[in-house]
């Protein structure tokens, strides 16, 4: 889109600052000396507020919902279980069941998805240099929707004796072949990857991953439910063995895509200017695209499809905090973590005992919030 | 219906605000729609009280037209006074009603969910009753189509092709009017009075040999192991409501089409007494429910109160409905016995 290189000559200080190293090859954990920027807050501060928005986030998730013990006395058995500190908070063994049990795995796992979803997005967005792309545009998710369908049905007896669980193996590999196909195409026809060309090559492979799926699905009237219940995700039905499951694909993507903040930051200002300056842009390209797509697969296949996170959360990011990516990355990483925690919250208690799918809520906030950020850019 | 069109149209209206990024969701749209019958009635339901009746007139006003558009089905119009003689049921609980009122033999076709009586097998097709093929249902040139959906009504109809349309009822009196309207459709109005009437008396008698327990019970209904759960105003629920029992899911009042998807956190406070299982053949069982985190303090799981149900009786308004009514009698027994021993 035009926006993206608007945005990118526009590059508010920041990112032209950051870009100042000229060494960017080997240097890619040096810390260099936090430019200055326009904005009033640092580098420190702007982290210092990602994780206060984190810890509150949390606190509301782990106090607020629909059954259990009354939200204070929740806050004073989280401060009694603190190091150092015993206060009675009153709560029984059977609540505090509820609420370590049922309650805190579907709040910290929230919080892994939301902040995995977000830096996905953002190091998607820079590396396309587009900044509407996302991992559901791209057709990562619907990927990754397929291949789960191919798991539950045609790969079923092949994959029986896997040591694995095959469904989000095979949705990395599917997510990964759809994210390939789409920068293929689109780059194909469009000359300029980083164009709308891109974004429609993402409608038509997405059209084309979904028709697939349901192609299969009804064929395989059996395993509806089975599949259904993979895609909606069981963020509602969150255990802890769900979150020790994604960790380890939430940790390692999010550092890949940290540690390339600085070749981000050069693809802002353009390929061929960033391969005029040493950096392997086709080899950063790959690693940042490999390691958001594995981590949006694990994601999504405890999740289910949520969309916004990954698009919304790192366009505010930088309308509040400037378009370098040394902030884009890690504040999109503790915004999106937020975000989902609190957007989660309303789900829980809203339709009290029933369920509101967070995917609902998630859209309903976030697209007037992103109309409202959409506008916000460009008045600037 | 009016449900269904509400929820299509949200995510839909999703999908519009959200096109620059949300291109995905179709997918779950679509298979919402193919999966949401399956899992449970819950798209039909809402409706089914006003919408029984007046599907029940369309027989008797398309029945005219499809003989008199029906040239090419010369045959079927002689048999006529007897009632149609090419009927296809495309919902399993129709095709047991149908065998049970004894309009078997006139039924040519059933589609492939319906395995219930073993006459009825022999007659199962590839047609579904979820994704219906008009040309391939017309192709058997019936007489009458028995549908537990309306959608494909209209186009049947046009086809000069009578429909009957019977969608999940939300009391027991509503499934009892369906078999009535069936025997009217398909001239077995006595067969269909007498099993209304003998499911009436078996399902009295069973309930009143049940003694209602000191203090009321609760119960809590899971139709998968996401906590879809069936209210009170399903026919479902209405098998627990018999014998006096409290649904939990009657909480959920702003869900109206009867299936609400549960909160965990709010199964386990509300702590049901019993618990009936409908996802057996999904994996759950009771002891992968007392495995859950946080639910082996639930009286029902403590107490060994985990029933897991047959799915297709539980699941059909048919006349197997006194056979459910039985399995909630004997589990309200294994109950009381376990209690005061």
């Given at each position: 889109?035009?926006?993206?290189?608007?945005?990118?000559?526009?590059?508010?200080?920041?990112?032209?600052?950051?870009?100042?190293?000229?060494?960017?090859?080997?240097?890619?954990?040096?810390?260099?000396?936090?430019?200055?920027?326009?904005?009033?807050?640092?580098?420190?501060?702007?982290?210092?507020?990602?994780?206060?928005?984190?810890?509150?986030?949390?606190?509301?998730?782990?106090?607020?919902?629909?059954?259990?013990?009354?939200?204070?006395?929740?806050?004073?058995?989280?401060?009694?279980?603190?190091?150092?500190?015993?206060?009675?908070?009153?709560?029984?063994e059977a609540q505090w069941n509820i609420v370590w049990q049922v309650r805190a795995p579907r709040v910290v796992l929230g919080g892994l998805v939301g902040a995995m979803l977000a830096i996905a997005g953002a190091g998607y967005q820079g590396v396309f240099r587009n900044p509407l792309v996302d991992p559901y545009l791209l057709g990562a998710a619907a990927g990754a929707g397929l291949g789960a369908t191919l798991a539950f049905t045609m790969l079923r007896d092949v994959t029986a004796g896997w040591v694995v669980d095959p469904a989000p193996a095979i949705a990395f590999l599917v997510a990964l072949g759809t994210v390939a196909v789409t920068y293929v195409v689109g780059g194909a026809f469009g000359g300029q990857r980083g164009g709308v060309t891109l974004v429609l090559a993402g409608v038509a492979v997405v059209s084309f991953v979904t028709a697939v799926q349901t192609f299969i699905l009804q064929r395989n009237v059996e395993v509806v439910?089975?599949?259904?219940?993979?895609?909606?995700?069981?963020?509602?039905?969150?255990?802890?063995?769900?979150?020790?499951?994604?960790?380890?694909?939430?940790?390692?993507?999010?550092?890949?895509?940290?540690?390339?903040?600085?070749?981000?930051?050069?693809?802002?200002?353009?390929?061929?200017?960033?391969?005029?300056?040493?950096?392997?842009?086709?080899?950063?390209?790959?690693?940042?695209?490999?390691?958001?797509?594995?981590?949006?697969?694990?994601?999504?296949?405890?999740?289910?499809?949520?969309?916004?996170?990954?698009?919304?959360?790192?366009?505010?990011?930088?309308?509040?905090?400037?378009?370098?990516?040394?902030?884009?990355?890690?504040?999109?990483?503790?915004?999106?973590?937020?975000?989902?925690?609190?957007?989660?919250?309303?789900?829980?208690?809203?339709?009290?005992?029933?369920?509101?799918?967070?995917?609902?809520?998630?859209?309903?906030?976030?697209?007037?919030?992103?109309?409202?950020?959409?506008?916000?850019?460009?008045?600037? | 219906?009016?449900?269904?069109?509400?929820?299509?149209?949200?995510?839909?209206?999703?999908?519009?605000?959200?096109?620059?990024?949300?291109?995905?969701?179709?997918?779950?749209?679509?298979?919402?729609?193919?999966?949401?019958?399956?899992?449970?009635?819950?798209?039909?339901?809402?409706?089914?009280?006003?919408?029984?009746?007046?599907?029940?007139?369309?027989?008797?006003?398309?029945?005219?037209?499809?003989?008199?558009?029906?040239?090419?089905?010369?045959?079927?119009?002689?048999?006529?006074?007897?009632?149609?003689?090419?009927?296809?049921?495309?919902?399993?609980?129709?095709?047991?009603?149908?065998?049970?009122?004894?309009?078997?033999?006139?039924?040519?076709?059933?589609?492939?969910?319906?395995?219930?009586?073993?006459?009825?097998?022999?007659?199962?097709?590839?047609?579904?009753?979820?994704?219906?093929?008009?040309?391939?249902?017309?192709?058997?040139?019936?007489?009458?189509?028995?549908?537990?959906?309306?959608?494909?009504?209209?186009?049947?109809?046009?086809?000069?092709?009578?429909?009957?349309?019977?969608?999940?009822?939300?009391?027991?009196?509503?499934?009892?009017?369906?078999?009535?309207?069936?025997?009217?459709?398909?001239?077995?109005?006595?067969?269909?009075?007498?099993?209304?009437?003998?499911?009436?008396?078996?399902?009295?008698?069973?309930?009143?040999?049940?003694?209602?327990?000191?203090?009321?019970?609760?119960?809590?209904?899971?139709?998968?192991?996401?906590?879809?759960?069936?209210?009170?105003?399903?026919?479902?629920?209405?098998?627990?409501?018999?014998?006096?029992?409290?649904?939990?899911?009657?909480?959920?009042?702003?869900?109206?089409?009867?299936?609400?998807?549960?909160?965990?956190?709010?199964?386990?406070?509300?702590?049901?007494?019993?618990?009936?299982?409908?996802?057996?053949?999904?994996?759950?069982?009771?002891?992968?429910?007392?495995?859950?985190?946080?639910?082996?303090?639930?009286?029902?799981?403590?107490?060994?109160?985990?029933?897991?149900?047959?799915?297709?009786?539980?699941?059909?308004?048919?006349?197997?409905?006194?056979?459910?009514?039985?399995?909630?009698?004997?589990?309200?027994?294994?109950?009381?016995?376990?209690?005061?021993?």
């Open positions: 889109m035009a926006d993206t290189a608007a945005s990118a000559r526009r590059a508010d200080g920041l990112g032209a600052v950051s870009v100042g190293p000229l060494d960017p090859g080997p240097a890619l954990d040096a810390d260099a000396p936090a430019p200055a920027g326009r904005r009033h807050l640092g580098q420190v501060g702007w982290m210092a507020i990602g994780i206060a928005s984190v810890v509150v986030a949390l606190v509301a998730g782990f106090v607020v919902g629909p059954a259990g013990p009354t939200w204070w006395r929740t806050a004073l058995e989280l401060l009694d279980r603190l190091p150092l500190v015993s206060i009675d908070s009153g709560i029984n439910r089975e599949v259904y219940n993979w895609i909606l995700g069981r963020l509602s039905t969150a255990q802890w063995d769900d979150v020790r499951l994604v960790t380890p694909y939430v940790v390692v993507s999010a550092i890949v895509v940290l540690l390339h903040r600085r070749h981000l930051d050069l693809f802002r200002v353009g390929e061929d200017e960033a391969a005029t300056l040493g950096a392997p842009v086709a080899r950063i390209r790959l690693v940042v695209v490999i390691a958001a797509t594995l981590g949006t697969a694990a994601v999504v296949s405890v999740s289910g499809l949520i969309g916004f996170v990954g698009v919304v959360v790192p366009h505010f990011v930088r309308l509040v905090a400037g378009a370098g990516h040394r902030r884009v990355l890690p504040l999109s990483l503790m915004f999106g973590a937020s975000f989902l925690i609190l957007a989660d919250i309303p789900g829980r208690v809203l339709t009290d005992p029933a369920e509101t799918p967070i995917g609902v809520v998630t859209a309903f906030i976030g697209a007037p919030f992103f109309i409202i950020v959409l506008r916000a850019r460009t008045r600037r | 219906m009016r449900k269904h069109t509400l929820r299509a149209g949200l995510v839909a209206g999703t999908i519009l605000i959200a096109a620059c990024g949300g291109d995905d969701e179709p997918a779950a749209t679509d298979i919402a729609d193919t999966s949401a019958p399956a899992s449970a009635a819950a798209v039909t339901t809402a409706p089914a009280s006003s919408a029984a009746p007046a599907s029940s007139a369309a027989p008797a006003t398309s029945s005219p037209a499809a003989s008199s558009a029906g040239e090419t089905s010369a045959s079927s119009e002689t048999t006529e006074a007897e009632g149609p003689q090419a009927v296809i049921s495309l919902a399993p609980t129709h095709t047991e009603t149908l065998f049970a009122i004894g309009a078997g033999d006139q039924v040519i076709a059933v589609d492939d969910q319906s395995d219930f009586p073993a006459e009825a097998v022999e007659k199962v097709t590839d047609l579904s009753g979820f994704e219906p093929n008009i040309e391939a249902i017309a192709g058997y040139e019936p007489d009458l189509v028995v549908l537990s959906d309306a959608t494909i009504q209209p186009q049947l109809e046009e086809l000069g092709i009578a429909v009957w349309v019977g969608m999940a009822p939300t009391t027991f009196d509503e499934a009892f009017t369906q078999i009535e309207q069936l025997g009217a459709a398909t001239g077995h109005v006595g067969e269909a009075a007498e099993l209304v009437g003998q499911l009436r008396t078996d399902i009295d008698s069973i309930v009143a040999s049940v003694p209602a327990p000191e203090a009321p019970l609760s119960i809590y209904h899971e139709l998968d192991n996401t906590f879809f759960s069936a209210n009170s105003a399903t026919f479902i629920g209405q098998a627990y409501a018999a014998f006096g029992l409290q649904n939990i899911a009657d909480r959920a009042e702003g869900d109206s089409a009867g299936y609400p998807k549960l909160n965990a956190e709010a199964i386990i406070s509300a702590d049901p007494d019993l618990i009936f299982l409908a996802d057996g053949s999904f994996g759950e069982s009771p002891e992968t429910v007392a495995a859950r985190p946080g639910w082996q303090d639930i009286a029902a799981v403590a107490n060994d109160n985990v029933f897991v149900v047959d799915e297709d009786v539980a699941s059909r308004w048919g006349p197997r409905i006194a056979e459910y009514v039985q399995f909630v009698a004997d589990s309200l027994e294994q109950v009381a016995v376990s209690a005061g021993g």
